[in-house]
């Protein structure tokens, strides 16, 4: 099994390039980020990663493997659309693009590339949510009735988003929900922006429904309880994942007690990026597409 040449664009998100350095399949031989200094002291960090604060020029230095891309929402599709023609697979952040049209065209572009590109929905590679999702397969919890997801968020202080909670935090939910219970026929959200310090939402509510199924997602910033969990209620069992305190609390037609569960195995990001390289390496089938991502912007923004 041959490492994979894997390039970032974007180096504020450090625990993806800590990430990468820490698979097997290949830690990042190239990082971009329009601040020098900052490529340059990410790259620091590695063994023989080269810094460029020019994109092109960064995917002018060899052929890639995989380039991913943590750039800011407004800088995305550009950068996806760049890696993508210059021959590389493609992971990306959420929301990968805010724009449906934008993306829509990613995903013509991709396949007309041959390539992949992966939203990194990398709650789905939790290794309790990986858990519960087996025994949804199993139907071990029968025909999901009701699902609520939180994802609580605390931003740092002095930080000021150009792009809110439902592009870049609720879509996980909606990812989340159709996972777990199928496709969304619809879907309703609220939003609002809770902090005067913020000029963008940062608590989102979305209501959606499914063949059997209620769901509820909740994004929140300015929570006094950041808390993240997911409940699911079916016919013949009921699970509640605790993701902050990294427990999964379940029910079965078969079990006459709840059983506590702890987390195991890799860590979500982890467990995605090993994922996304044996993608690359022919080794797996992608469990994350560009179809994924239109059909949660599609559900968030309401076009459904």
């Not at 935090?169 to 996972?179: N, Q, S």
């Amino acid at each position: 099994m041959r490492n994979l040449a894997v390039a970032v664009a974007g180096c504020n998100n450090l625990p993806v390039i800590a990430a990468w350095s820490r698979t097997q399949e290949g830690a990042p031989a190239a990082l971009y980020d329009e601040d020098p200094l900052r490529a340059a002291a990410a790259a620091g960090q590695l063994e023989d990663a080269a810094a460029f604060a020019s994109l092109p020029d960064m995917l002018a230095l060899q052929p890639y493997d995989i380039v991913h891309v943590c750039l800011p929402p407004q800088q995305q599709y550009e950068a996806v659309s760049m890696a993508l023609q210059s021959g590389a697979h493609v992971v990306c952040e959420l929301p990968v693009t805010g724009s449906l049209q934008q993306a829509r065209k990613l995903q013509q572009m991709a396949a007309e590339c041959g390539r992949f590109l992966m939203p990194a929905f990398t709650t789905r590679f939790h290794p309790l949510m990986r858990r519960a999702l087996e025994r949804l397969q199993a139907d071990d919890y029968g025909i999901p009735a009701l699902f609520h997801c939180r994802l609580g968020l605390n931003l740092p202080s002095g930080v000021s988003p150009k792009t809110g909670a439902a592009l870049q935090t609720a879509l996980y939910g909606i990812d989340m929900f159709r996972a777990c219970c199928g496709e969304a026929l619809g879907a309703v959200a609220a939003e609002q922006t809770s902090s005067p310090l913020l000029q963008v939402e940062d608590t989102v509510v979305v209501l959606l429904k499914g063949k059997h199924t209620l769901g509820v997602v909740e994004a929140l910033w300015s929570s006094i309880d950041p808390h993240s969990s997911l409940q699911l209620t079916g016919s013949a069992g009921a699970f509640h994942l605790d993701f902050d305190g990294e427990t999964l609390r379940s029910k079965t037609a078969d079990w006459q007690e709840w059983r506590i569960e702890q987390a195991g195995g890799s860590p979500p990001l982890m467990a995605f990026l090993q994922h996304a390289a044996a993608v690359v390496q022919n080794r797996e089938a992608p469990e994350t597409a560009a179809s994924d991502v239109i059909r949660a912007l599609e559900l968030c923004l309401g076009r459904t």
